[in-house]
């Protein structure tokens, strides 16, 4: 009987199955139907992810409705280019990739950073490696004690295993409050998050020349990833990529239309 939930009657019978079912409620995050692996969502989701896929912006990695080349830059990139290298997401943050954001985040589904973080491995192939230092954008502290750990550092903790790169969770690191990013426009955003971001004195020294992959679970405007990136470039770092898994901005649905002429 799918979807009638847990048949308490056959316990006795499927008492170790029911005793797993509880310790790995393996449903699928997105449509509820039963799944035998712990990678959140049934095949069928996972088809329905949308996936961003080249042709994309060298820069932004947001794709082209058609091809224009390895290292076309999108108008939007061109028009205020961004701080950071390159941006790599695995996801628009919409449907079954929202779902997977939201899981992770608030359901403390922390085994969701594995497939999660892998498919981020994948989106920023191109610039990850054993040179790569791995940093987490970082929860503010109170957040942090509330929901006792940072979804970002279980995805950047994935991805530094995946290629041999170096992780580091607490050298990048909050310096003030800053209030909730919702309901902010995007004006007040970059305000809220300017200069929240610090190195600790006595550890600027390892981010010299060093080449940063910035990680973090959703962009939404980029303001957080673009003060992060100010912080790590301003403490010595050479080079600095971001991955996040999704990107929740619709004016970066399409690299072709990101600016208006
Ligand atoms: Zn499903």
Not at 142 to 156: E, G, K, P
Request: charged residues 25%.
């Amino acid at each position: 009987m799918p979807g009638s939930g847990r048949k308490w009657i056959d316990v006795p019978r499927a008492g170790a199955r029911l005793a797993l079912d509880f310790l790995l409620p393996m449903r699928c995050l997105s449509c509820d139907r039963r799944v035998g692996t712990e990678d959140g969502l049934c095949p069928v989701c996972w088809q329905k992810m949308q996936f961003i896929e080249k042709p994309w912006c060298y820069r932004l990695g947001i794709p082209f409705t058609y091809d224009v080349g390895e290292d076309a830059w999108s108008p939007r990139a061109i028009a205020s280019p961004p701080v950071f290298d390159r941006l790599r997401s695995v996801a628009f943050y919409e449907g079954p990739a929202r779902d997977l954001v939201l899981a992770l985040k608030f359901s403390r589904r922390r085994e969701l950073a594995g497939p999660m973080g892998r498919w981020m491995s994948r989106a920023g192939k191109e610039f990850l490696g054993e040179q790569s230092l791995i940093l987490p954008v970082p929860l503010r502290w109170v957040r942090l004690l509330s929901r006792r750990f940072n979804q970002a550092a279980d995805l950047a903790k994935v991805i530094a295993a995946d290629c041999g790169g170096q992780y580091e969770p607490d050298l990048l690191r909050r310096r003030k409050r800053t209030r909730q990013q919702v309901g902010l426009s995007a004006k007040d955003r970059h305000r809220n998050v300017r200069s929240a971001f610090g190195i600790d004195k006595e550890r600027e020294s390892e981010l010299q020349g060093r080449h940063v992959i910035l990680i973090d679970d959703v962009m939404t405007t980029g303001s957080t990833v673009t003060a992060c990136s100010k912080t790590v470039l301003a403490a010595g770092a050479a080079s600095v990529n971001v991955i996040t898994f999704a990107i929740a901005d619709p004016s970066l649905r399409s690299a072709d239309e990101a600016v208006k002429p």
